[in-house]
């Protein structure tokens, strides 16, 4: 009798302790869905949308439209990897900002109706938020920093240093005041010539240049934040002046020149991230966002984590880029708080981590 009991409870106890979470993320120009299995992610499906590298950059109206078509499939798919049917979902986790408002609006109405079909809780993400908590998720690869911590988000849309002093208790110590670092990668490829995205293209060129050929201005900004529309003026103005007195100047120089933009931006970024270090005292550094691809960031940050003894966190690349596992950790971390928004809920363009 003893035992029939016990076998009774143990897996009543286990089934109710087992939170599938379906995560949406809509906030640019990448239709992301995941399912998670509490923190771990059983799938992570990203459609990204190919038509803006014609236009050099990502068009608001063609993304909104993209999300539009890509919403339902990229959800099934994500169910279907999982292999778990909608009625086994506890919630429904999705960005509500920041981002481009026509984007968000697809993800937000779609969160919506799914949660109201399925009658189940509905969790609002920030997706700045996300990016960080993605460190939290169960990863054989992945280490998770310890709070506090300092989070350096990078990517084509960010550019913050966030002291992380528990899940959702954050400070941003500094931001971009106007380009995002991905978007000076992009920007100066793009006076290169290079297709878009351009970092990626940046790297690849940088590992065979030399850094110290060209010099590039650092720009003075105050404290902790950031300014890269700067740069990207005097690398058109360099660029503009060479090819006037040689028009094969960029083919002859493009390693180098590539090399000294890199080693620019990454000064840029280390001298901010150890100013931030020095004012907290706080040596756990997480980076992400897609710019923590560069080869030059991942090596100043293991130079750093060697010399200056910090301890350095980087995500699994599918963690870092725009996805919706990061979406689902918060959901899944909201969830547990019973942290639910109602229906009245709205998309926020400019949502500045609460
Ligand atoms: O996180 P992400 O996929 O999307 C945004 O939220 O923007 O980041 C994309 C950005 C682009 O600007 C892209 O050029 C940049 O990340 N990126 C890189 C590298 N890989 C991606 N920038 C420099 N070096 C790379 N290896
Ligand atoms: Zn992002």
Redesign the pocket.
């Known amino acids: 009798m003893f035992y029939l009991c016990i076998s009774i409870f143990i897996p009543n106890t286990l089934e109710k302790e087992t939170i599938y979470i379906l995560a949406i993320e809509s906030s640019?120009d990448d239709t992301s869905a995941a399912v998670l299995k509490n923190d771990i992610v059983l799938s992570n499906v990203v459609a990204s949308q190919k038509i803006h590298e014609e236009y050099g950059g990502v068009v608001p109206e063609l993304a909104s439209r993209a999300h539009q078509q890509n919403i339902v499939p990229v959800v099934n798919q994500a169910l279907a990897k999982a292999n778990i049917d909608k009625k086994q979902l506890s919630a429904i986790a999705f960005t509500r900002g920041p981002g481009l408002m026509g984007s968000l609006l697809v993800g937000t109405s779609f969160a919506k109706s799914l949660a109201l079909g399925l009658d189940i809780p509905l969790i609002e993400v920030n997706h700045m938020q996300a990016h960080i908590l993605a460190h939290f998720i169960t990863d054989e690869t992945m280490t998770r920093p310890g709070f506090p911590f300092l989070a350096l988000t990078i990517?084509?849309?960010?550019t913050q240093i966030v002291k992380v002093t528990d899940y959702f208790e954050m400070e941003i110590l500094g931001q971009t005041l106007d380009d995002a670092v991905?978007?000076a990668?992009?920007k100066s490829a793009k006076i290169l010539g290079l297709p878009y995205?351009?970092?990626?293209l940046?790297?690849k060129y940088a590992k065979i240049g030399d850094p110290l050929r060209f010099e590039f201005p650092k720009p003075k900004m105050k404290e902790l934040d950031f300014s890269f529309s700067g740069l990207k003026t005097s690398i058109l103005y360099f660029i503009q002046k060479q090819t006037k007195e040689n028009p094969d100047f960029i083919e002859e120089n493009l390693e180098d020149i590539c090399a000294s933009i890199q080693y620019t931006i990454v000064n840029i970024l280390m001298d901010k991230i150890k100013k931030a270090v020095k004012i907290t005292g706080i040596k756990e550094v997480a980076i992400g966002?897609?710019?923590s691809?560069?080869?030059g960031i991942r090596n100043a940050m293991q130079e750093a984590s060697k010399t200056l003894g910090w301890n350095v966190y980087i995500p699994k690349f599918e963690y870092?880029?725009?996805n919706a596992g990061m979406i689902g950790i918060v959901g899944y971390l909201k969830f547990k708080k019973e942290d639910f928004t109602g229906q009245d809920i709205t998309a926020k363009a400019r949502y500045v981590i609460p």
Do not use: K, L, R, Y
Request: glycine share 30%; proline share 8%; aromatic share 4%.
């Open positions: 640019c990517s084509g849309g960010h991905g978007e990668f992009d995205p351009g970092g990626p940046i790297d966002g897609g710019v691809a560069n080869s870092c880029t725009d």
